[in-house]
């Protein structure tokens, strides 16, 4: 079992609609976790880090349910910029390990 | 610049010659990673320093594999006798303990 899991969609959605990534993780003893978006061809960027209490920024919504190991990825209101990679990443013994990432594209 | 550099941004080379990728972080962090990758992967972790201590190295790093950061500032990933399957991206990111990535641009290696 992979460590890190997601759907590589690709997720292909209106503008302006709402879209949600899930995420499992397989090690319970990750410490901390982590949503990255990756443009083609480009660097990975820290979009949020996850907390247990579920943290929000702007459009964006994470949640962490460590019970059931599952990381999940809101998006309000889509806009066309929106559309990259969002990989998933834990942290587990000092480094980060990170899913395969879900292709999102948001269609005008 | 306050990011993470690296360098080059491309190389293409022929298989079996040598290349060396080079990694600036950002000053004030301790950590620096290394991580492959790949088209449709997620990146794959190599190896990583704390100062100059390299702390882990993940078995995807085989022989011909050999990173440094000798004084605990810039990093060199050396790749020996180069074969087709090591194309990819080469992804260094720094960071301070517990804390998440920021990631270099990349260097994109092609061995024909």
């Known amino acids: 079992r992979k460590e890190v899991e997601q759907d590589p969609g690709p997720f292909n959605v209106p503008e302006g609609a709402t879209v949600a990534f899930n995420c499992t993780y397989s090690?319970?003893?990750?410490?901390?976790f982590f949503w990255y978006r990756q443009d083609c061809r480009k660097e990975p960027k820290l979009l949020m880090s996850?907390?247990?209490s579920g943290n929000e920024d702007g459009r964006f919504t994470a949640q962490l349910n460590r019970a059931s190991q599952y990381i999940s990825l809101l998006i309000r209101d889509s806009k066309l910029s929106d559309s990259a990679t969002y990989l998933c990443a834990v942290r587990l013994d000092d480094k980060i390990i990170f899913g395969k990432g879900t292709r999102l594209h948001i269609l005008p | 610049d306050t990011g993470v550099s690296q360098d080059p941004r491309h190389k293409i080379t022929k298989r079996g010659q040598n290349v060396t990728f080079r990694c600036d972080p950002i000053?004030?962090?301790?950590?620096l990673y290394w991580y492959r990758q790949t088209l449709g992967q997620g990146p794959e972790f190599l190896t990583y320093f704390q100062n100059e201590a390299q702390l882990e190295k993940s078995r995807l790093l085989s022989d011909r594999f050999s990173a440094e950061r000798p004084k605990g500032s810039f990093s060199t990933l050396e790749i020996q006798r180069t074969e087709q399957g090591d194309s990819a991206m080469y992804l260094c990111?720094?960071?301070?303990?517990?804390?998440?990535?920021?990631f270099g641009s990349g260097t994109r290696l092609t061995v024909v």
């Open positions: 996850v907390y247990s």
């Open positions: 990111a720094s960071s301070l303990k517990d804390h998440g990535y920021t």
């Open positions: 090690n319970s003893a990750s410490q901390s």
């Open positions: 000053s004030e962090h301790n950590r």
